[in-house]
């Protein structure tokens, strides 16, 4: 993903542990991994050892998308589930496109799936201090295309399915590993193709676990985003007809001045402001962090955005936070003639457009006809997604926000919103609640890696985040005795 969420939520901010107490989410809890007996520190010392040399081996794994090639990622998982006796299975959605997920069986609750990418977006060698592709590790940092986004992720989801398997605990629960191709060009060939066309892994599941969410350490402070929905891609093409000709004898309607006609009238089009309550909750949760002026604001959004002086104030210090308040559409993409001196029959547009969670795509599009205000000008949908929200009350989510405030006393924990969509709104469509969750603590200015140059993560992040992932899937799905 673009990882829009994590310089959305958390700018420089200044996030307050009293929130977590003043939403009601810190949960007093046990100690996260401290109360573990000496046999099992030594297991999850060896968890921790693997999940470095794991880690560093996958990065080296080329699955730059496009083309992809993620079959070599499934080959690697396949390798050490074959090591560890662990039954699993794999398709491949086009040649070189594999997928790969394996289960540890339990009872009857709803399946966990944890989820990741094993494609990465290309990484130019000139702009980086090391080889992306090398994952060289030096001073307690590895650094390689991927780190953050998001094969660390994978392999601490790896390490903690290992860690309950070698424990041979019993689950109430099935635990499903998966790993696929194609996230960064839509997960056409990964997440959606396994939806389309392997329906029956996702039957019995009830929660997924994805990226999208992580730690943010700025100015020694920490904030813990959990993603719990997005905005909604509707991305349309525009086209417009009207009378072709010669350059030298402008007819009276042509495609091109419809087009833009139209354009400019969505160019200046406001489209309301609507606070939808994932939405209100992400806000407050970031208010204290936004200083004196913005505070208030964020705590009571929906009274704020009321005021258009309020919102275009937001558009400019807070633009992701911004684009949350609303439906939007970025013009991007235009086509007119291929010739100076010709007259067009017709002229297009793309446009990015992005809805609120909860929004209904056909009010959505109807509203578009409007401000086109022109039957000369077709629309025509290129993607869609259906909007969903998954909720925050639910045991999986507490036990993300217990484990995650035991671990890190001072965070604050937020349920958030992402701009941009990650593979998880394949499976919100499902009716699947998936959280956008990494166990890392990332600093502020280590953000800029994903998807930019000298993407890194601290061999601590590898050590702690295996750790803490292993305590979330106990404390999840083992039952207490
Ligand atoms: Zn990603």
Not at 49 to 77: C, K, Q
Not at 174 to 191: C, L, P
Not at 216 to 245: M, N, R, S, Y
Request: charged share 25%; glycine share 10%; proline share 7%.
């Amino acid at each position: 993903m673009r990882h829009a969420l994590a310089r959305a939520s958390l700018p420089a901010t200044r996030p307050l542990a009293v929130l977590l107490a003043a939403a009601g989410l810190a949960t007093p809890g046990r100690p996260v991994i401290a109360a573990a007996p000496g046999a099992q520190d030594a297991d999850l010392a060896r968890l921790q050892d693997e999940a470095v040399e794991r880690t560093v081996e996958y990065l080296r794994i080329d699955t730059t998308n496009p083309p992809g090639n993620e079959s070599r990622g499934m080959e690697f998982f396949a390798r050490i589930f074959e090591a560890e006796g662990i039954a699993y299975d794999t398709a491949s959605s086009a040649p070189g496109r594999g997928n790969i997920w394996a289960r540890l069986e339990g009872g009857e609750q709803p399946t966990l799936i944890l989820l990741h990418h094993m494609d990465v977006v290309p990484a130019d060698p000139a702009y980086w201090d090391t080889d992306p592709m090398a994952a060289e590790v030096a001073d307690g940092m590895i650094a390689g295309r991927g780190a953050l986004d998001t094969k660390t992720l994978g392999i601490v989801h790896l390490q903690a399915f290992l860690g309950l398997h070698r424990s041979g605990a019993e689950l109430d629960r099935d635990i499903v590993f998966m790993a696929t191709a194609d996230e960064e060009a839509g997960g056409f060939f990964g997440a959606g193709w396994l939806v389309e066309n392997r329906p029956e892994l996702f039957e019995d599941t009830g929660v997924l676990l994805n990226e999208g969410g992580d730690g943010i350490e700025t100015d020694g402070e920490i904030g813990f985003g959990i993603e719990v929905t997005q905005k909604v891609p509707i991305w349309l093409g525009l086209t417009a007809h009207g009378t072709p000709g010669h350059g030298s004898t402008p007819p009276v309607e042509s495609a091109v001045n419809r087009l833009i006609r139209g354009l400019h009238r969505l160019q200046t089009h406001r489209f309301e402001p609507r606070i939808v309550p994932a939405v209100e909750a992400f806000f407050e949760g970031l208010a204290p962090t936004v200083g004196e002026e913005w505070g208030p604001r964020f705590a009571d959004i929906a009274e704020a955005v009321r005021d258009p002086d309020v919102l275009r104030e937001l558009h400019i210090d807070h633009r992701s936070m911004a684009a949350l308040t609303r439906n939007t559409c970025s013009i991007t993409m235009l086509e007119g003639s291929a010739k100076i001196n010709v007259v067009p029959p017709t002229a297009g547009a793309q446009i990015d457009c992005r809805m609120l969670p909860d929004q209904d795509p056909e009010a959505f599009v109807a509203e578009l006809e409007r401000v086109l205000n022109d039957p000369g000008i077709e629309i025509e949908r290129i993607m869609q997604f259906t909007p969903a929200v998954s909720s925050t009350e639910t045991p999986l989510y507490r036990t993300l926000v217990e484990v995650t405030s035991e671990e890190f006393p001072d965070a604050a924990i937020i349920p958030a919103v992402s701009t941009g969509f990650t593979d998880s709104h394949f499976f919100r469509d499902l009716g699947i609640d998936a959280y956008g969750y990494s166990p890392f603590v990332i600093p502020q200015e280590d953000e800029g890696g994903v998807h930019g140059n000298n993407e890194r993560i601290s061999v601590e992040n590898v050590r702690r985040g295996t750790a803490i992932m292993l305590e979330i899937l106990r404390r999840f799905a083992v039952p207490t005795m």
